[in-house]
C-alpha cells in the first residue's frame, strides 16, 4: 500500500522551532516530488512548500518563506519540513503529498494526487 507517513508535530511557543518528517511506505520517495500542506480550523487545506524529486528546486507559500524550509534524504526516503520563527498561525494539521513526478522540473503546491495521511498537529501558543 502507497502511503505517506507524517510525524514530529506538537505545541510550541511562538517563535520556536519544528521540524517535520514525511516517510514513505510502499515506494520510494525520489521519483516524486513531494508537497506539504496544512488545514487550520474552520479553514481549507493549503499548500505550505514543495521539493522536486531530486531536491534541486524548492516552492514556498509566501506566509511561510523565511521561516520554513523543505528537504529531502531519497536515501532515507523521507522530506523534511524545517520550521523556525513559528507564528500561531501556523498552527494547523500539517500533510505531505505527492505533487508532481520526476518528469516535472519544477513543484506547485496547488495541487496533489494520492491518498493523504493522518497528518501531524502543530500547535503555537504561550
Known amino acids: 500500500q502507497l502511503q505517506l507517513v507524517e510525524s514530529g508535530g506538537g505545541l510550541v511557543q511562538p517563535g520556536g522551532s519544528l521540524r517535520l518528517s514525511c516517510a514513505a511506505s510502499?515506494?520510494?520517495?525520489?521519483?516524486?516530488?513531494i508537497g506539504w500542506f496544512r488545514q487550520a480550523p474552520g479553514k481549507e487545506r493549503e499548500g505550505v512548500s514543495c521539493?522536486?524529486?531530486?531536491?534541486?528546486?524548492?516552492n514556498y507559500a509566501d506566509s511561510v518563506k523565511g521561516r520554513f524550509t523543505i528537504s529531502r534524504d531519497n536515501a532515507k526516503n523521507t522530506v523534511y519540513l524545517q520550521m523556525n520563527n513559528l507564528k500561531p498561525e501556523d498552527t494547523a494539521i500539517y500533510y505531505c503529498?505527492?505533487?508532481?513526478?520526476?518528469?516535472?522540473?519544477?513543484?506547485?503546491?496547488?495541487?496533489?494526487?494520492?491518498?493523504w495521511g493522518q497528518g501531524t498537529q502543530v500547535t503555537v501558543s504561550s
Open positions: 521539493i522536486t524529486y531530486s531536491g534541486g528546486r524548492t
Open positions: 510502499g515506494f520510494t520517495l525520489d521519483y516524486y516530488n
Open positions: 503529498a505527492r505533487v508532481g513526478t520526476a518528469t516535472q522540473a519544477m513543484c506547485a503546491i496547488n495541487w496533489a494526487f494520492g491518498s
